[in-house]
């Protein structure tokens, strides 16, 4: 599987929740299902706003800590170069 790691929005400049996982489309349906118990399904964290694919596990997780430890301003901007409209990119991984 492509390691990768995510970002979701419960809306616009919404609450975020930073993720990795080794499949992608599955753990992104999980969390659309409520499948995953816990905070996502706790604030409603559904929308896919930012992805990245890495080459390797390690990287991935070494990526979601730094993506962690960032400010809230980092983190939108982030988003926000990738996605200005914040679509929900669900659609363009399937």
Do not use: C
């Amino acid at each position: 599987m492509q390691p990768a790691v995510y970002i979701l929005a419960s809306q616009r400049n919404g609450t975020l929740y930073i993720g990795v996982t080794s499949n992608l489309v599955q753990r992104i349906w999980q969390h659309k299902n409520d499948l995953v118990a816990g905070f996502t399904e706790k604030y409603g964290v559904h929308g896919l706003v930012y992805f990245e694919l890495l080459d390797d596990m390690l990287s991935a997780i070494t990526r979601e800590k730094q993506l962690k430890k960032w400010n809230r301003a980092w983190k939108l901007a982030l988003i926000e170069k990738q996605n200005p409209t914040w679509q929900d990119l669900w659609p363009t991984i399937l």
